[in-house]
């Protein structure tokens, strides 16, 4: 078990998808002012309280209710609305000027001031920073005053808002005393004292962490948002719970009030409870398969002196030999929806001719081997999280059998989450399954991480087959700084036609994620399955 941690002071083009748990607007609900506690649960524990040092999910979700960005997408209006920004604007094409909410202080009474701001967004472009696809572009921060500053872009960035949202700010005199100015290395698996504390100006406060077995909340009394977003919740505990059925079970006697992960063999168990409810949304994330296509050979593999996932043919009969109807049906219990690309349908750049599924096609499958090489199939190993995505362990079982049948031999192997994302991150994986969300909700996000080849700032830095092609990464390159939006986005489609035929990846679906919930609990629905912290509540 690890230490626990307590919070010290400072000085010791978008859209989204919400609906409301509980019908109407969460602001004009008349909550009970009795205090009450929120207990949730997942299958996961956070890696790191630093919020610049992993881009995933799972962070990023807690990390909300403590640090804040400049700018939140609005659950109601389904645009960027201000949080610690009250006010942006473009001085020109290039420069983008921010001015911050008057009287915000950080949860131990230091006021947030542009300095903060200008820290963390350099920080967020650090070399070991999880969040570099956010800043890509960003060429300087000057400070004008303590509440204004601009962000100089080297070339026009049209996303630049949508990419605020992401950057969480942090104290910079609090991070300078405790020598955290630089993200923690998850890759190297170093440890700076922002891995586990935190001081931020969000609704919540860090109250205590001790990994993989209990997190503590505590309101945050200095809150600038506790008017504007009333709440009676005082306390928010999470335990991370592996088993399913253990997940379940804590639901069911009222252990724990919401489960964000829950079984998706136990749903229909939920639904018949009469104080529990099932809430369900299309999600922004889209799972998929990547596959080695940079070593000569691929370790592990029966194919010795070449890289079978080279071929595109190879590529195409991985693909082609996934049953996805019968995956969707019996492994994901209809809680999917097949695609043909790596974005959901509500991300900006998606097209309906660039979502269409290759179909599945054991015999097909086949004579591609054959023609590549490989009549009787190859062996090499299949990475695979265990307890991060719904059933992603049952489904990289499916996928293996699938693959059996045409004979191609995945070697299963799973991972715990904190250590299958730093294993991709370093290249190690022949084949993996990797779930990608796009919180900007603009396909760029997908394009520049997942489609060009690495290359620092953010350039491929998930594109972990490191597939490459100077054409493509050309494209994204116009995509990156176009602002006449149709001509943009006849660009993303001309990628993303790109990318289907060349296979560099395997799309799997998309997710339709549930939430089971008390239904004394008020929480708002979100594509990018993260818990909005500002209108949670708990109905008495």
Not at 449 to 476: C, K, T
Request: aromatic letters at 10%.
């Amino acid at each position: 078990m690890q230490p626990t941690t307590y919070l010290q002071g400072r000085n010791g083009w978008a859209r989204s998808v919400c609906t409301l748990a509980i019908a109407g607007a969460v602001a004009s609900m008349a909550f009970s002012a009795q205090a009450s506690n929120f207990r949730w649960t997942r299958s996961a524990d956070l890696s790191s309280w630093d919020i610049h040092a992993q881009n995933v999910g799972v962070n990023n979700s807690v990390h909300r209710a403590v640090y804040e960005a400049l700018v939140e997408y609005n659950s109601q209006t389904q645009k960027p609305e201000p949080s610690l920004a009250t006010k942006w604007e473009r001085i020109n094409p290039k420069q983008l000027r921010i001015t911050l909410r008057e009287g915000v202080t950080f949860s131990d009474g230091s006021p947030l001031t542009s300095e903060d701001v200008k820290f963390s967004l350099e920080r967020a472009k650090a070399k070991s920073s999880g969040f570099v696809v956010y800043t890509q572009g960003i060429d300087r921060i000057e400070v004008v005053n303590a509440r204004t500053l601009d962000i100089f872009s080297d070339v026009p960035n049209p996303v630049l808002v949508n990419q605020l949202t992401e950057l969480r700010i942090m104290s910079k005199p609090w991070a300078v005393q405790h020598q955290s100015e630089v993200p923690k290395d998850i890759k190297a698996k170093d440890e700076n004292y922002a891995h586990r504390h935190a001081l931020g100006t969000g609704p919540y406060v860090l109250d205590s962490w001790s990994q993989d077995s209990r997190l503590v909340l505590k309101r945050n009394p200095q809150w600038w948002g506790k008017t504007q977003y009333p709440s009676n919740i005082t306390q928010a505990v999470y335990t991370p719970i592996k088993s399913d059925a253990t997940r379940t079970a804590a639901l069911l006697s009222g252990e724990v009030d919401f489960i964000i992960d829950p079984s998706m063999n136990d749903l229909q168990r939920i639904k018949q409870a009469p104080n529990l409810q099932v809430l369900e949304s299309a999600a922004d994330r889209t799972l998929f398969l990547g596959m080695d296509q940079f070593r000569d050979e691929l370790p592990q593999s029966s194919v010795k002196g070449k890289n079978p996932f080279k071929d595109v043919r190879v590529r195409q009969a991985l693909y082609q030999s996934i049953d996805m109807a019968t995956i969707q049906r019996v492994v994901m219990r209809g809680l999917a929806q097949p695609t043909g690309t790596l974005i959901a349908h509500h991300v900006n750049g998606w097209t309906k001719q660039a979502d269409q599924r290759l179909a599945f096609d054991a015999d097909a499958a086949k004579k591609l081997l054959t023609q590549a090489g490989y009549p009787d199939g190859f062996e090499f190993e299949f990475s695979c999280p265990a307890g991060r995505y719904p059933s992603d362990e049952q489904l990289c079982q499916a996928i293996s059998a699938q693959w059996a049948k045409v004979g191609i031999k995945a070697k299963l192997r799973t991972y715990p989450f904190a250590t299958y994302f730093p294993m991709i991150q370093r290249y190690e994986a022949s084949v993996y399954l990797l779930g990608w969300s796009v919180p900007t909700f603009d396909a760029y996000y997908s394009l520049q991480a997942l489609l060009r080849s690495p290359g620092g700032s953010g350039d491929g830095n998930f594109n972990l087959g490191r597939f490459s092609d100077p054409q493509q990464d050309a494209m994204i390159e116009r995509v990156k700084t176009e602002t006449d939006l149709k001509l943009r986005n006849q660009l993303i489609e001309k990628v993303l036609l790109n990318e289907h035929k060349a296979i560099s990846h395997v799309p799997l679906f998309n997710l339709i994620t549930p939430w089971a919930t008390s239904k004394k609990v008020s929480i708002p629905t979100r594509a990018d399955n993260y818990i909005d912290w500002r209108l949670l509540n708990v109905v008495n």
